[in-house]
């Protein structure tokens, strides 16, 4: 397994943020939510990120990965002749090398621990 930054890219892959809430998100319809657009994330003044879903809002804090994590996807296999000493490998019986290429480092997560609450505008009053 090799794993490299981008051929051609920046010297550092870019940095990504992950999304933590707590609890379940549905959709009305029971699709699934890939590629669907969730929220607006925001951040105040004071760096405080705010996730406005629908008619909710949900206030969270941002904090550092212990650890950090890797995005990375798999690249084209490259063929290669196999040598009776390299059958220890555990490469060498598919006779190909695995490339895996970074795409992000993730070292911080938003993290959302309180319920969304409502968001009421104008309630119109009855005449």
Same mark, same amino acid.
């Given at each position: 397994m090799i794993v490299r930054a981008e051929a051609? @890219?920046?010297a550092a892959p870019p /940095?990504? #943020?992950l999304i933590e809430l707590q609890g379940d998100l549905e959709s009305? /319809? @029971?699709s699934s939510l890939a590629g669907q657009?969730?929220?607006d994330l925001h951040f105040t003044r004071q760096g405080a990120p705010v996730l406005i879903v629908g008619h909710h809002i949900l206030w969270g804090k941002v904090a550092t990965l212990e650890k950090p994590l890797?995005?990375?996807e798999k690249g084209e296999a490259a063929t290669r002749e196999i040598s009776v000493d390299a059958m220890e490998t555990e490469d060498a019986g598919a006779g190909a090398e695995c490339r895996?290429? +970074?795409r #992000? +480092?993730?070292?911080k997560k938003i993290l959302f621990r309180s319920r969304p609450k409502p968001i009421i505008a104008? +309630?119109?009053k009855k005449l």
């Open positions: 051609g @890219g920046p /940095s990504w #943020a009305r /319809s @029971g657009l969730i929220g890797l995005v990375m895996y290429h +970074v #992000a +480092v993730v070292r104008n +309630v119109p």
